[in-house]
């Protein structure tokens, strides 16, 4: 499957019997929907779940004064932020102090923190299913404005939903399960 946005916009254009386009830019109502409807959809399949093939981790460095008042150091969010899934002490265990995002600045008390989050990966980089289930919800959107069929509407969201969750099986499988810890109890009852 080709995998760029144009290519992602003219199959879900296919999908409602439509003509393909040769520009998100072309002015046609085709283009002007999806050029609006794209960045949204897109941020928001990749949010859904931590997906391997969008996942960094790096390493923060502090504001030279924090963000906040009540948090000793504040951290700038790296510009293709998409969420947030974890913060790491600098021995790369989970961070037990306290933190939050305000605006564009993770905040916490601890110095040195990395951050694995899920990034505005390029569409060449998704799983398979995961492009097709963003193709569906394109053409959710198109379907309203071109086609102008609840059903349609309502079709291709429960076709992107469905979609989704395949590729959230098909990508947990990239990875082994994390292991649980071994918890003092627990340990003491395998002795």
Known sequence: MAQDRLSIVNSALGMLGEQPIQSLDDGSLAGTTASRAYPVLMRSCLGSAPWTFAE??????????????????SYERPMDHVVTRAVLEADMTILRVRWRISGRKICSDHAGIWLVYTFEAPEQDWLDDFTLAVTYGMAHHLA???TESAAKVEGYLALMQQQLAIARGRDAQQHPPEALPMWSLVAWHTD
């Open 56 to 73: 960094k981790v790096v390493q923060l460095t502090a504001d030279a004064k924090p963000a906040r008042p009540d948090y000793a150091y």
């Open 144 to 146: 309203g404005a071109i």
